[in-house]
């Protein structure tokens, strides 16, 4: 299967005219076959006659344009219908008149411009080879004539069709690129905010803190660092993103754990937030982008803590059970605002959207003056 998959690609790598010249020589060598002569398409009662050096250049004419019959559809058509009015006329009745109904798929499937024009004058050309063919003693009657008009024009639909075909397809592929790339540049979009977000707000914190430090150097130089230390935190976050970003790069998403969560708890900590911090259970060694969610719930519910409720005893509790992981931050309210950046809602949403698409249940919003934000994330279904 492999070797045939191999060589359907290196076929379909050759230009179009090589590719169609096989179909073009063998409907030759089928015309030139002795028990095959006169045993074609026959329109009229034209005395058949035996094949010489005229039915040779007639049956090349036929046949051989079918090479270009991709790359130029009417120059294909008009050729072959070209030769197949010979072949009628003199009589030949070779095999090589498969060549119209063939030159007339491909012309309706790949013509680019003037399609309508170019089939109403084939169906002009068709009346006076009718007209000539009944001179000549023909007993067919309209009644043939229409019928193999008929089948000619039903030749056309089915080109037609695959050319519309062909375009739905090449619509839909496109439909299908341009939501991967929106969805692409939404989750980039998510993954800067959840590394930029907690890492800048922090750093605000900790400089508007140290403003009033000046006194004390000691705690001055503490906060200066920590501000240093989210910083190159931040630096490397985003140098894994884009690691992550680059198709060159071959490195897994790095996976989080139990210690991730209390280094969050830690971060924020650091920039003087009171934070409490539980665990239950130990994550499931197959938990995936459950942990990783669970980790940006805490890790965006501790930055909006240091946003908008500074100094606010804050509660963070992350339970791994068997089937799912249930996550809980809570504020008391009870803390004093900073100055910190503007919220876009980007944040929540996203968690929302997070763990929606892994089938879980996501709540934020005010309790008894604080605010807490509620996740339930199924890990059965995370790999």
């Not at 800048?200 to 501000?227: I, N």
């Not at 690691?243 to 003087?272: I, K, M, N």
């Not at 938990?287 to 969610?293: H, K």
Request: aromatic residues 4%; charged residues 25%; contains cysteine.
């Amino acid at each position: 299967m492999i070797d045939l998959r191999r060589g359907a690609d290196r076929w379909r790598r050759f230009d179009v005219t090589v590719r169609d010249a096989p179909l073009a020589l063998v409907l030759v060598l089928a015309s030139l076959v002795p028990a095959l002569h006169n045993d074609g398409t026959r329109l009229g009662d034209v005395p058949t006659r035996p094949m010489d050096a005229l039915g040779v250049v007639v049956v090349a004419l036929e046949c051989l344009p079918l090479i270009i019959r991709r790359r130029f559809p009417a120059a294909c058509l008009i050729l072959v219908a070209a030769g197949f009015a010979l072949d009628q006329l003199r009589g030949y009745h070779t095999v090589a008149g498969t060549a119209v109904p063939i030159a007339l798929i491909s012309t309706a499937a790949h013509l680019e411009r003037f399609r309508l024009p170019t089939a109403v004058l084939a169906s002009v050309a068709y009346v006076p080879l009718a007209i000539a063919l009944t001179r000549d003693g023909a007993a067919e009657g309209v009644t043939g004539f229409v019928t193999f008009y008929l089948a000619l024009a039903l030749a056309w639909g089915i080109g037609s069709w695959l050319r519309r075909s062909r375009a739905a397809e090449a619509e839909r592929r496109h439909h299908v690129a341009e939501t991967t790339r929106i969805a692409e540049r939404t989750r980039i979009a998510r993954e800067l905010h959840d590394v930029v977000t907690h890492h800048v707000t922090a750093m605000v914190v900790q400089t508007e803190a140290a403003r009033y430090l000046t006194g004390s150097p000691d705690r001055l130089d503490q906060a200066l660092s920590a501000v240093t230390d989210s910083g190159r935190r931040a630096i490397t976050d985003l140098r894994h993103l884009l690691d992550l970003l680059d198709p060159e790069h071959d490195a897994e998403p790095r996976s989080r754990s139990a210690g991730d969560f209390r280094t969050l708890v830690e971060h924020a900590r650091q920039a003087g937030q009171p934070v409490e911090f539980t665990e239950e259970g130990r994550p499931a060694e197959a938990a995936g982008s459950a942990e990783a969610t669970a980790y940006r719930v805490v890790q965006e519910a501790l930055t909006n803590a240091l946003k908008y409720a500074h100094g606010s005893g804050t509660t963070v509790h992350v339970r791994h059970g068997h089937r799912e992981i249930t996550v809980e931050v809570a504020t008391d309210g009870t803390g004093s605002r900073t100055a910190s950046p503007g919220g876009s809602g980007r944040g929540l949403a996203g968690l929302r959207e997070r763990v929606g698409v892994l089938g879980g249940e996501f709540r934020a919003g005010r309790q008894d003056g604080g605010f807490v934000v509620r996740a339930r994330i199924p890990a059965g279904s995370a790999s």
